[in-house]
């Protein structure tokens, strides 16, 4: 049976590689690279460097491969995310049947955890039920953005005894700061943070974690907020694209002591 290894890849420094990380690359007998189009040339870069690094087993064979888009128009966000994996999994399934004999492995490098807010393990559930190539697959846990988002800012992430609350940029008013006392916002593209009016929040904000690009600002929200949105617009200008990650938070360890 053909097997595939899931590994977490931390999120741009390749130092954030575990030794399972690197065991499981040279492992397999193919390491497969997304080349995403111009904007995630950068995060190729960042995979190929991993490879150039860490992979000493020579008879590792290369392949790249385009991922297909996502088509928005004219349809619901869940329709067109749905289209999109099911294309995904073609392509993956076409991979796999062109480069992978029947007992060999393959690698993909996933960013960060590849249980966060990724979806190489649902796309790979369906080249299983497809059932036109029979595969198992394994997971190597990552760094997450969010721990190198809180190791920058030398922050624990949850306030003692309290929940935390992941969350996307278009749901973050329905969690904070009602619901939780920490939220993390990922996959924000319209900066929800600038929309919260709170004076006694913070923010923890994020972007290129890990890379040589790295920028981070913190501090009272109504104070940094108008910062943050000129830093993040111009660093994404420079770059072409941007990934950027943020925590809020409001109250203090023990504030709830009776
Ligand atoms: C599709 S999710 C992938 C998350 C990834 N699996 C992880 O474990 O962090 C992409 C989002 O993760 C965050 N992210 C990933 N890498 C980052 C980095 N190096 N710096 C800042 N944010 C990052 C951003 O919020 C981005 O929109």
Avoid at 16 to 37: C, D, E, M, R
Avoid at 196 to 210: K, N, Q, S, T, V
Wanted: net charge negative.
């Amino acid at each position: 049976m053909r097997h595939i290894h899931i590994v977490g890849i931390g999120t741009g420094n390749p130092e954030h590689l575990t030794v399972q990380a690197i065991n499981a690359l040279n492992a397999a007998n193919v390491i497969l690279i997304p080349s995403k189009g111009a904007a995630k040339t950068e995060l190729a870069d960042v995979r190929r460097e991993i490879c150039q690094r860490y992979v000493t087993n020579r008879a590792t064979r290369f392949v790249d491969y385009d991922v297909p888009s996502r088509q928005t128009a004219e349809r619901s966000y869940v329709q067109s995310v749905d289209e999109w994996h099911d294309a995904i999994s073609a392509t993956y399934e076409r991979l796999f049947l062109a480069h992978l004999g029947e007992h060999e492995s393959a690698a993909f490098l996933v960013w960060g955890d590849p249980g966060l807010y990724d979806s190489t393990l649902r796309i790979l559930e369906r080249v299983v039920a497809r059932g036109n190539v029979t595969l198992d697959y394994s997971v190597v846990p990552g760094i997450t953005s969010i721990q190198a988002l809180t190791a920058s800012h030398r922050i624990p992430l949850n306030l003692v005894g309290k929940p935390v609350q992941i969350t996307t940029g278009r749901r973050l008013t329905e969690s904070f700061p009602g619901l939780a006392e920490t939220a993390v916002v990922m996959l924000d593209g319209e900066q929800a943070f600038s929309k919260i009016d709170d004076p006694e929040a913070y923010i923890y904000w994020g972007a290129y974690l890990g890379t040589r690009d790295e920028i981070t600002i913190a501090g009272r929200l109504a104070d940094v907020s108008e910062r943050i949105l000129a830093t993040r617009a111009e660093a994404r200008a420079r770059h072409g694209w941007i990934m950027d990650i943020y925590l809020l938070r409001k109250g203090q360890d023990f504030d709830d002591r009776e």
